[in-house]
């Protein structure tokens, strides 16, 4: 007898694979369709799709189209270069479909609080290999525009041409859910949102942009993108921001985001921190964290400016 369609997955799928069970996935500050997958042999697939009936706006759907397809071509060059720390993708019709990395199977994504210096480790190695792969180059002809010119252009350059009217609005909502180890960055972030900051970090930065960078980076090297297992080390994945950059920014980046989580990141600082590159990702942060959700949650956009606090508290302890 036929096996029947689940319909909660995109038709190439279910021609794709005799499909058990699926379990829709959310989160993630880009808006796609997502499923894990259970297929009749046991395996387990994250399938992620453009799906261009998730947004009203055309423009918007089809930047979602260009990104999974940039996504899917970056899997294609780590397989190439030999890089080790991310998984092989293959893709369907408007698809990407990656080996699940399930929590059942030992797959953490997010620093064991209770013990997390082989994670730390293991996380860092693994970016600092990746900034090492010679793909800069290549990753410029499929992204002209530039993950690096992106975050001036949508951060202090946005602050700057619009005020910080609706993102210091958000903060009586934002600052009461902060964690207590990273307040100590509020006055730091306060200081940086008036127009004279605001100006000036524009034309600081503003020369960063036009480097020619060899480095490779994933930009968004934060917890929720990479798995990590006791014995089998790292996975990265969601790489649709990847671009040439500066050498510590995803080590940067990752740091940012452990200390915000309450892990202690002090003893990694002197090697792995980038402080220009840590103001570079505040005011991505700080403008974005102004904006309406295209879903009306304010969820992403409370973690943006919590972000952003973190890697202030961490400036202020340089």
Request: aromatic share 10%; glycine share 6%; proline share 5%.
């Amino acid at each position: 007898m036929e096996r029947g369609r689940l319909e909660t997955v995109p038709d190439a799928i279910n021609d794709l694979f005799d499909i058990t069970s699926v379990k829709p996935m959310v989160g993630g500050h880009m808006v796609y369709g997502k499923c894990l997958i259970t297929t009749t042999d046991g395996a387990e697939y994250f399938v992620k799709t453009s799906d261009d009936a998730l947004l009203t706006d055309d423009v918007q759907a089809q930047k979602m189209w260009e990104y999974l397809i940039k996504e899917y071509y970056v899997y294609d060059i780590l397989q190439r270069e030999g890089y080790e720390y991310s998984p092989s993708a293959t893709m369907h019709s408007r698809s990407i479909v990656l080996d699940a990395l399930s929590p059942d199977k030992g797959w953490q994504w997010e620093a064991p609080l209770d013990d997390p210096d082989a994670y730390v480790d293991d996380v860092l190695q693994a970016l600092t290999d990746f900034s090492h792969l010679p793909a800069a180059a290549e990753m410029r002809r499929v992204d002209t525009d530039g993950s690096m010119a992106s975050l001036l252009r949508n951060g202090w350059n946005a602050l700057d041409k619009h005020g910080d009217a609706l993102t210091r609005a958000r903060m009586p909502l934002f600052v009461p859910k902060l964690h207590d180890h990273v307040r100590g960055g509020l006055d730091l972030v306060n200081n940086l949102l008036n127009p004279a900051s605001v100006s000036r970090h524009v034309e600081l930065l503003a020369p960063d942009t036009q480097e020619t960078f060899t480095t490779i980076c994933h930009f968004d090297a934060r917890q929720p993108n990479i798995a990590w297992h006791p014995d089998r080390g790292v996975q990265i994945v969601d790489m649709s921001w990847v671009d040439g950059g500066p050498a510590k920014a995803d080590t940067t980046m990752f740091l940012i985001d452990l200390h915000k989580s309450g892990v202690d990141v002090q003893p990694y600082m002197d090697e792995y921190f980038d402080a220009g590159h840590a103001l570079l990702l505040m005011g991505y942060w700080l403008a974005r964290c102004g904006l309406e959700p295209p879903d009306g949650e304010l969820t992403v956009r409370f973690h943006q400016f919590a972000s952003a606090v973190s890697a202030a508290d961490l400036l202020s302890r340089r």
